[in-house]
C-alpha cells in the first residue's frame, strides 16, 4: 500500500523545516544590524527608509546574543541545504506526479462559492475531505509556499549578495533593486512565518500525534 | 502547559545545540566550507573578471555614510589633513620585484578610473558613489608581483577598538578592473569620514572589504602570520568571513 507521504516528502519536510527555522532566527540577527528597510538599490539612513522594523529579542534571534559574524555564518551555511533541497523537491514533485495530483488546482476549483465552502469547513474544524488528498485551501496555502515564497526567498537572498550581481544584474533588477530586494526578503520570510503559524495550528487541531507520526513513518492513504 | 513547557524545552535545547556546533572545531569549519562554496559558486557564476554594475549620476546617494572608523586619531594624519596629505605615502611591497613608493601627485598622474558603484554595508544598507583612481592592477604590474605571492594585503592608518585596521584580498579581486585605489568621490577629494586621502575599492565584495586611510599595499603567499591570521580586522577581531561577497 503506497503511504500517505512518500519517503522524498518526509525527508524534506523535515530537512526544510531546520533550515526554515534556523535561516529564519539567524536572519533575525541578521536584521538587528540595520532595522531599516528600503526600496530601489540604495538608501542607508532613516528618512530614506520605507519602514523601520523592531529590534528582535534575543530569544528569537541565533545566536541568543547580538553578534552579526555569527547570524550571517548560520545563514551562509543552511543556504546550502535549504536552496538544495528545495530544488530536489520540486524535481521530484513533477516526476513523482505529487505536484500534479495534490497541489495543481484546475480553473473549476477557483469558484468562489467553493472556496467560501472550504472556509467555512476549515472554521468548523471539519478536516475530513472525500476523494482528493488536499482541499483547495491546502492547494492554495502549498502551492504559494512551494511556487512563490520559497523560491523568493532563495532568489531574493541571492540577489543581495554583492558577489552573485556580476553573474547575474538581471536577477537584482528583477527585484527592483538591491534594498528591493532586501525588503522583499524580509516580507517573504514574515509570509514563511505566518504559513507555518497557521501550519501548527491545524496540525496541533486535527490529532498532532498522527499527522506527526504520518510525517515521520509515511502513514497510510 | 505541560505542552509549553515541552514547546520552550525543545526551543531551549534548540538553542543550546546551535550554540554548541558554533562553537565546536567542526561547526567552525562546517562554517568555512560553506564560505568557501559561495566563493567557488559565484568565480564559477560570474568569472573572474565580471563586472558590478555600474550607475548614473542621479543615481547617487545624497549622502555617502560614513561607518567603522571615520577618522585617525593621531596628530600626524591631523596634519596631512589640514595640509591636503602632501607628505602622504603609499607603499607598494613585499613579494614585488621593485617596491614603490608613491605621493598623492604620483597617484594622481596614473592613468584613471571613474566608476559609479553601489556600496553594500555588512550591516544591510547600500549607498552609490562615483570612485575614481588607479586600478590596483597597474600598481602592481608596476612593482612587478612575484609568482608566490597568493594574496594582496592592505595597511591602514587607522585603528578600531585598539587594533590596527587592514584587509585582504587574493588575486582574482586584485587584478579585478574595478578594484581601484580611490582618492576622489564624486568628483571631490576624499572626504575625512569616507577614508582621505586613499581608500580601496574592491566592489564586488561588501564595506568591510575596502579598507579606508590606506597607507601599504603588500604582496603575501599566506595570511597566517599577519596580525591576526584571519586576513583583516573584522576577520581577526569580531569573526567576520573573510570572503564577503554573500
Same mark, same amino acid.
Given at each position: 500500500?503506497?503511504?500517505?507521504?512518500?519517503?522524498?516528502?518526509?525527508?524534506?519536510?523535515? %530537512?526544510?523545516?531546520?533550515?526554515?527555522?534556523?535561516?529564519?532566527?539567524?536572519? %533575525?540577527?541578521?536584521?538587528?544590524?540595520?532595522?531599516?528597510?528600503?526600496? $530601489?538599490?540604495?538608501?542607508?539612513? #532613516?528618512?530614506?527608509?520605507?519602514?523601520?522594523?523592531?529590534?528582535?529579542?534575543?530569544?528569537?534571534? *541565533?545566536?541568543?546574543?547580538?553578534?552579526?559574524?555569527?547570524?550571517?555564518?548560520?545563514?551562509?551555511?543552511?543556504?546550502? #541545504?535549504?536552496?538544495?533541497?528545495?530544488?530536489?523537491?520540486?524535481?521530484?514533485?513533477?516526476?513523482?506526479?505529487?505536484?500534479?495530483?495534490?497541489?495543481?488546482?484546475?480553473?473549476?476549483?477557483?469558484?468562489?462559492?467553493?472556496?467560501?465552502?472550504?472556509?467555512?469547513?476549515?472554521?468548523?474544524?471539519?478536516?475530513?475531505?472525500?476523494?482528493?488528498?488536499?482541499?483547495?485551501?491546502?492547494?492554495?496555502?502549498?502551492?504559494?509556499?512551494?511556487?512563490? &515564497? %520559497? #523560491?523568493?526567498?532563495?532568489?531574493?537572498?541571492?540577489? *543581495?549578495?554583492?558577489?552573485?550581481?556580476?553573474?547575474? #544584474?538581471?536577477?537584482?533588477?528583477? &527585484? $527592483?533593486?538591491?534594498?528591493?530586494?532586501?525588503? *522583499?526578503? &524580509? %516580507?517573504?520570510?514574515?509570509?514563511? &512565518?505566518?504559513?507555518?503559524?497557521?501550519?501548527?495550528?491545524?496540525?496541533?487541531?486535527?490529532?498532532?500525534?498522527?499527522?506527526?507520526?504520518?510525517?515521520?513513518?509515511?502513514?497510510?492513504? | 502547559?505541560?505542552?509549553?513547557?515541552?514547546?520552550?524545552?525543545?526551543?531551549?535545547?534548540?538553542?543550546?545545540?546551535?550554540?554548541?556546533?558554533?562553537?565546536?572545531?567542526?561547526?567552525?569549519?562546517?562554517?568555512?566550507?560553506?564560505?568557501?562554496?559561495?566563493?567557488?559558486?559565484?568565480?564559477?557564476?560570474?568569472?573572474?573578471?565580471?563586472?558590478?554594475?555600474?550607475?548614473?549620476?542621479?543615481? !547617487?546617494?545624497? =549622502?555617502?555614510?560614513?561607518?567603522?572608523? =571615520? @577618522?585617525?586619531?593621531?596628530?600626524?594624519?591631523?596634519?596631512?589633513?589640514?595640509?591636503?596629505?602632501?607628505?602622504? +605615502?603609499?607603499?607598494?611591497?613585499?613579494?614585488?620585484?621593485?617596491?614603490?613608493?608613491?605621493?598623492?601627485?604620483?597617484? +594622481?598622474?596614473?592613468?584613471? +578610473?571613474?566608476?559609479?558603484? +553601489?556600496?553594500?554595508? =555588512?550591516?544591510?544598507?547600500?549607498? !552609490?558613489?562615483?570612485? @575614481?583612481?588607479?586600478?590596483?592592477?597597474?600598481?602592481?604590474?608596476?612593482?612587478?608581483?612575484?609568482?608566490?605571492?597568493?594574496?594582496? =594585503?592592505?595597511?591602514?592608518?587607522? @585603528?578600531?577598538?585598539?587594533?590596527?585596521?587592514?584587509?585582504? !584580498?587574493?588575486?582574482?579581486?586584485?587584478?579585478?578592473?574595478?578594484?581601484?585605489?580611490?582618492?576622489?568621490?564624486?568628483?571631490?577629494?576624499?572626504?575625512?569620514?569616507?577614508?582621505?586621502?586613499?581608500?580601496?575599492?574592491?566592489?564586488?565584495?561588501?564595506?568591510?572589504?575596502?579598507?579606508?586611510?590606506?597607507?601599504?599595499?603588500?604582496?603575501?603567499?599566506?595570511?597566517?602570520? !599577519?596580525?591576526?591570521?584571519?586576513?583583516?580586522?573584522?576577520?581577526?577581531?569580531?569573526?567576520?568571513?573573510?570572503?564577503?561577497?554573500?
Amino acid at each position: 500500500m503506497k503511504p500517505k507521504h512518500s519517503l522524498i516528502t518526509r525527508i524534506w519536510h523535515w %530537512l526544510n523545516a531546520l533550515c526554515v527555522i534556523v535561516l529564519f532566527m539567524s536572519g %533575525l540577527g541578521i536584521s538587528n544590524a540595520h532595522r531599516y528597510l528600503y526600496w $530601489g538599490n540604495k538608501g542607508s539612513e #532613516p528618512s530614506e527608509a520605507w519602514t523601520a522594523v523592531m529590534r528582535f529579542p534575543d530569544w528569537a534571534t *541565533i545566536p541568543g546574543h547580538y553578534n552579526l559574524a555569527l547570524s550571517r555564518d548560520w545563514h551562509i551555511l543552511m543556504a546550502w #541545504p535549504f536552496a538544495i533541497a528545495l530544488m530536489i523537491m520540486w524535481a521530484a514533485m513533477l516526476v513523482n506526479g505529487h505536484f500534479w495530483r495534490d497541489l495543481h488546482t484546475s480553473i473549476s476549483e477557483w469558484k468562489p462559492a467553493a472556496i467560501w465552502h472550504d472556509v467555512v469547513e476549515h472554521l468548523k474544524l471539519n478536516f475530513e475531505h472525500e476523494g482528493a488528498k488536499h482541499n483547495f485551501l491546502q492547494k492554495l496555502a502549498y502551492g504559494l509556499v512551494f511556487g512563490v &515564497f %520559497l #523560491p523568493i526567498m532563495v532568489f531574493s537572498g541571492m540577489a *543581495i549578495s554583492p558577489g552573485i550581481e556580476p553573474a547575474a #544584474p538581471w536577477l537584482v533588477e528583477a &527585484f $527592483g533593486g538591491r534594498q528591493s530586494a532586501r525588503s *522583499i526578503h &524580509f %516580507l517573504a520570510a514574515w509570509g514563511l &512565518f505566518a504559513f507555518f503559524a497557521i501550519h501548527i495550528v491545524l496540525v496541533l487541531l486535527s490529532g498532532p500525534v498522527k499527522q506527526i507520526r504520518d510525517m515521520i513513518t509515511g502513514g497510510q492513504q | 502547559m505541560k505542552r509549553r513547557n515541552l514547546i520552550a524545552g525543545a526551543a531551549g535545547l534548540f538553542a543550546a545545540g546551535c550554540a554548541k556546533m558554533a562553537d565546536s572545531k567542526a561547526g567552525q569549519s562546517l562554517f568555512d566550507l560553506a564560505e568557501n562554496w559561495h566563493l567557488k559558486a559565484h568565480r564559477a557564476l560570474a568569472g573572474k573578471q565580471g563586472l558590478v554594475p555600474e550607475y548614473t549620476r542621479d543615481e !547617487i546617494s545624497p =549622502v555617502f555614510k560614513g561607518n567603522g572608523s =571615520v @577618522t585617525v586619531d593621531s596628530d600626524y594624519y591631523r596634519a596631512q589633513l589640514a595640509m591636503g596629505f602632501s607628505d602622504w +605615502r603609499l607603499m607598494v611591497g613585499g613579494l614585488v620585484k621593485t617596491p614603490l613608493i608613491l605621493n598623492m601627485d604620483n597617484i +594622481r598622474k596614473l592613468p584613471q +578610473r571613474t566608476q559609479i558603484t +553601489r556600496h553594500d554595508c =555588512v550591516e544591510g544598507w547600500s549607498a !552609490i558613489g562615483e570612485w @575614481t583612481g588607479p586600478q590596483l592592477s597597474l600598481l602592481l604590474d608596476a612593482a612587478g608581483v612575484l609568482p608566490e605571492a597568493n594574496f594582496i =594585503v592592505f595597511r591602514c592608518a587607522d @585603528t578600531l577598538y585598539g587594533h590596527k585596521y587592514y584587509e585582504s !584580498i587574493d588575486m582574482v579581486d586584485a587584478y579585478h578592473p574595478q578594484t581601484i585605489v580611490a582618492h576622489q568621490l564624486n568628483g571631490e577629494p576624499l572626504p575625512e569620514k569616507n577614508g582621505a586621502p586613499l581608500r580601496m575599492r574592491i566592489e564586488r565584495q561588501l564595506g568591510y572589504k575596502h579598507p579606508k586611510y590606506l597607507t601599504g599595499i603588500e604582496a603575501v603567499s599566506s595570511l597566517d602570520d !599577519i596580525e591576526g591570521g584571519k586576513g583583516g580586522f573584522w576577520e581577526d577581531q569580531y569573526g567576520y568571513q573573510w570572503y564577503a561577497g554573500i
